[in-house]
């Protein structure tokens, strides 16, 4: 059974993050959404809603494929994560060619702790390139429209949360 590991913050998920977990499934067995514990990024959901959020968005994809999707939260190292949920494979979405710079040093530290894990990178479909949850956030906060940015029950947490 080949399983990866898509790790992320996920604060909050985007349609991009729900292409790469799309492309993932298709890759694998079975495909963990590691859900990272960052308070050097101080999420504005806490854990439990960004679970929440990640585990709405990944139940039709399991279904529809077939294949085990799962979330697992996370605060260690990605690769101590990685082996935890028995990843042979962590999945990197990349958006752009400065993603490729900071995941290209990510990897070989990665190797060196442990290079039976590997990492393969998925190019975000063109319509979501420009997507980032940071920017997402900020629009909303500014009081722009997010809808093409994030799915209809994201949006409505969010709006709540902002307000």
């Not at 890759?27 to 999420?43: H, Q, T």
């Not at 709405?56 to 529809?64: F, G, L, M, R, T």
């Not at 894990?117 to 949850?133: G, R, W």
Request: hydrophobic share 45%.
């Amino acid at each position: 059974m080949k399983t990866a590991l898509y790790p992320g913050t996920f604060d909050p998920v985007t349609l991009g993050h729900i292409d790469i977990f799309k492309r993932a499934a298709a890759l694998v067995d079975r495909l963990v959404i590691g859900i990272a514990v960052n308070s050097d990024k101080a999420p504005l959901f806490n854990l439990d809603e960004r679970v929440q959020m990640v585990e709405a968005q990944i139940k039709p994809i399991s279904n529809k494929i077939g294949i085990e999707i799962v979330t697992h939260p996370f605060e260690n190292l990605l690769i101590d994560c990685a082996e935890e949920v028995g990843a042979s494979m962590i999945i990197r979405g990349l958006r752009a060619v400065s993603d490729f710079e900071y995941e290209y040093s990510m990897v070989g530290m990665n190797r060196m702790m442990n290079e039976k894990i590997e990492t393969v990178f998925l190019m975000s479909d063109l319509k979501y390139q420009s997507i980032a949850s940071k920017l997402v956030k900020e629009i909303a906060r500014l009081g722009g429209d997010i809808s093409n940015f994030v799915p209809d029950e994201v949006h409505e947490k969010l709006l709540k949360k902002l307000m």
